[in-house]
Every structure is written in C-alpha cells, then in structure tokens.
T-cell receptor, first 115, second 113 residues
Framework: KAGVTQTPRYLIKTRGQQVTLSCSPI?????VSWYQQTPGQGLQFLFE???????NKGNFPGRFSGRQFSNSRSEMNVSTLELGDSALYLC?????FGQGANIQYFGAGTRLSVL | GENVEQHPSTLSVQEGDSAVIKCTYS??????FPWYKQELGKGPQLIID?????GEKKDQRIAVTLNKTAKHFSLHITETQPEDSAVYFC????????????FGKGTKLTVNP
C-alpha cells in the first residue's frame, strides 16, 4: 500500500505570496490532518478534514486554510506569507472512523522557506 | 489547553544500553498515546502506541508504559543500536471539545557505537 504523499517536497516563496501544498492520503483513509513543524514550537496542529469537511481546527490565523476533495486528497493554502511561516508542513492520514480511527501516518512533509 | 511535556530534550547512550523517554499530559480524558520516530529529512513514523485501557505494551525492543493516575507515559528502548538515533515524539489524543493529537517537543536520541 502506498504511503502518504506530499508535494512538492521543497518550496521557496517571498513574503506576501501565497502557497498551496498537496497531500494524498493512504488509500481508504478518509481523514487528513495538517501540522506545522518548527524547531522552536515543535509539531503544531493546523486542522483536520474528514469526508470533505473540516472536523477540527488548531489555533492558527485565517491565512491558513485547507480543503479536501471527494477522493480524500487534501490541499493546504497559506496566503500573504510571512517570514515566520517558514517550516516543515506535515500531512497525516488516518481512517477517521471505527477502530483505529486516530492512528495517524505521516508523509515526508513539504519544506517551505519564506524569504 | 492540552499540554504534553517531554523529557529529556536530548539523550545520548552507548550502543546496547537502554533509553527511556518520559511524557506527561494534562487532559485526564486523553485516551490514546502514540510515539513517533523522525529521522532526518523524513516525516514522523509511528513506532508504538497505547490506549488508556492498557498499562503496558511491548514490541520487540520497544515498550511503552502508561500511568493514568499520574498522567505519565514512557517509551523504553532496550539494546539500543545506532539506527535508533533519531528524534522521538510522544503525543496524546485530546478529548475536550474536539479530538486532536498534541505532541511533545521531542527527544533527540543519539546512540554511540
């Protein structure tokens, strides 16, 4: 079974631009969660999507948004980029329901650098 | 909100020794506690998890213990090998309002040959 795939692996943007990151979950998984990882703050939860609906949300500004498609693939968008948005963005997929609903499997991440 | 404290932040051991990483959580309703290993340039990999109805779980050289009363859980790695060198994260699944995983800040484990 293929794992969680994130694209692109690396991105360089400038302040004020916007960016879209993509995540393809494990086949059969309906939940996709996004995290921001930085050396200072560690892994911080952004939001979770399940069956095309945002089910949970962390404490990030509205510049961070996401969506999920009918095939469970998810995208995350960050608008008006700031220097502090430089981080590794990780996507994790899980079944989202039933036994093992919360067991999350991570992708390799997208490294975003904002200049 | 929910908080997970992880200690130590760095740990250096000799090959063959044991390593122990400890975490505490604040939400008494948390019921699922996974551990992840992250190697350089990779995403976190789930290595073991435990649910609140179990006190201990073992998988070969790795074990996790949970003390619900004290809100502590620990990762034990025995007979460490150089390939165990990585950053390890603990996490707790919060229940208050919405379910989400809250992670500790990580422990960088170095196993010296």
């Amino acid at each position: 079974k293929a794992g969680v795939t994130q694209t692109p692996r690396y991105l360089i943007k400038t302040r004020g631009q916007q960016v879209t990151l993509s995540c393809s979950p494990i086949s059969g998984h309906r939940s996709v969660s996004w995290y921001q990882q930085t050396p200072g703050q560690g892994l911080q939860f952004l939001f979770e999507y399940f069956s095309e609906t945002q089910r949970n949300k962390g404490n990030f500004p509205g510049r961070f948004s996401g969506r999920q498609f009918s095939n469970s693939r998810s995208e995350m968008n960050v608008s008006t980029l700031e220097l502090g948005d430089s981080a590794l963005y990780l996507c994790a997929s899980s079944l989202g329901f039933g036994q093992g609903a919360n067991i999350q499997y991570f992708g390799a991440g997208t490294r975003l650098s904002v200049l | 909100g929910e908080n997970v404290e992880q200690h130590p932040s760095t740990l250096s051991v000799q090959e063959g020794d044991s390593a122990v990483i400890k975490c505490t959580y604040s939400d008494s309703a948390s019921n699922y506690f996974p551990w992840y290993k992250q190697e350089l340039g990779k995403g976190p990999q789930l290595i073991i998890d435990i649910r609140s109805n179990v006190g201990e779980k073992k998988d070969q050289r790795i074990a996790v213990t949970l003390n619900k009363t004290a809100k502590h859980f620990s990762l034990h790695i025995t007979e460490t090998q150089p390939e165990d060198s990585a950053v390890y994260f603990c996490a707790a699944l919060t229940q208050g309002g919405s379910e989400k995983l809250v992670f500790g800040k990580g422990t960088k484990l170095t196993v010296n040959p």
